[in-house]
């Protein structure tokens, strides 16, 4: 089974969203923002437990006092305690740790990887270009709209030309990706050191052209036959048998070695690929976003935004300020989860944080 981190690199953010959204209609307590509380909402044995630690990223609009501020503040407690309880039993020294901190200093990696992408591909003349209407001609609208004559049925010619710019405007931003990919994906590919063909990435960048079909993954599929060929060659059993089992080929996947030049990552530490992994059914591929293949420009799109200087651009800097957060948040995240493994038998999460509350003089200073 594909595991799930009990304290997720980005789960500050995943969890002040979903606590946010929650509201309890009998509630009389306070709302207030973010920015009306102090810089220390607590103390734990006297140290300070920081707006900054808990609440790194803005939060718009006022939220509950009570269900929202408290309990985010009390949660992040707990994780400090049973953190700092494994190191005081060495757990950060043990190899279990190094493997689990492996993990982290990957997964942002390449979110500084997609990051930095996301800002170089902003820039793109073609994207640009994408995003300024005035410049589609309509001539251009209204070849869209004789290609593409059953979406706009019933309108008048100016009204369909109006109606063909946003559609327009996504073919552009499509296909300046598409141009990009097919002029700079020549570089060296590979899953668990098997070379992708030239052919198959030209494959897999026409396949992703979303501008004439529903895109489809060849990347995937690729990857799915060579690791089905060495989990059979390792194992003795068979490739249809083994294709059959969905959850082990995505176990496959995700722990597939993944090479773009001199970089090499494990495959399911890319978020955008863990998110699709469960769409996955071997036997019969659905047409599924190209997520391999995004990884793929994304390596490459931020190596040529570090020649040209673009990581030490003050927009990107902004954009990927989170980054140093998320090795200390799932630092932490790996020491909790090795307390909680090396002290099962004390009970589930809460009962482990509890006896450490117990022991820990906690001040609020919400109130």
């Known amino acids: 089974m594909i595991k799930r981190s009990f304290f997720p690199v980005v789960a500050s953010i995943a969890i002040l969203v979903a606590v946010a959204q929650h509201a309890d209609a009998q509630a009389t307590d306070r709302r207030l923002t973010i920015d009306d509380l102090g810089d220390v909402l607590a103390k734990v044995d006297g140290k300070p437990i920081r707006k900054s630690d808990v609440f790194p990223s803005p939060m718009p609009g006022q939220v509950s006092l009570q269900n929202t501020i408290k309990p985010t503040v009390a949660r992040y407690i707990d994780w400090m305690l049973m953190a700092q309880a494994a190191e005081v039993e060495g757990l950060d020294k043990t190899p279990a740790f190094r493997q689990g901190m492996m993990t982290v200093e990957q997964k942002t990696a390449l979110a500084g990887i997609d990051a930095l992408a996301g800002f170089y591909q902003s820039r793109l003349p073609g994207i640009v270009a994408a995003g300024d209407r005035s410049t589609i001609a309509d001539a251009e609208a209204a070849a869209y709209v004789k290609r593409n004559p059953d979406r706009f049925r019933g ?130 591929m659905p047409k599924i976003r190209p997520v391999v293949l995004e990884l793929v420009k994304n390596i ?68």
Do not use: C
């Open 155 to 284: 309108k008048s010619r100016g009204e369909a030309i109006q109606a063909a710019q946003p559609y327009v405007a996504r073919d552009r931003y499509i296909g300046s990706q598409i141009d990009w990919m097919t002029e700079n994906l020549n570089i060296s590919i590979k899953i668990n050191g098997q070379s992708f063909s030239e052919a198959t990435i030209t494959e897999a960048i026409d396949a992703a052209d979303a501008r004439y079909w529903m895109p489809t993954s060849v990347l995937i599929e690729a990857t799915i036959k060579i690791v089905i060929a060495e989990e059979a060659g390792a194992s003795g059993d068979n490739r249809k048998e083994i294709r059959a089992d969905a959850e082990r080929v995505r176990e496959l996947i995700a722990a597939a070695k993944f090479e773009v030049g001199d970089q090499a990552f494990v495959l399911g530490n890319s978020t955008n690929v863990s998110s699709v992994l469960l769409l996955i059914n071997p036997v019969d």
């Open 300 to 367: 490459v799109m931020a190596d040529v935004a570090r020649a040209e200087g673009l990581d030490t651009d003050k927009e990107y800097a902004a954009r990927a300020k989170l980054l140093p957060l998320m090795i200390e948040r799932g630092r932490i995240d790996v020491l909790v989860r090795l307390y909680q493994e090396t002290h099962a038998d004390a009970g589930d999460a809460d009962a482990i944080a509890a006896s450490l509350r117990d022991g820990a003089k906690i001040e609020y200073l919400l109130d």
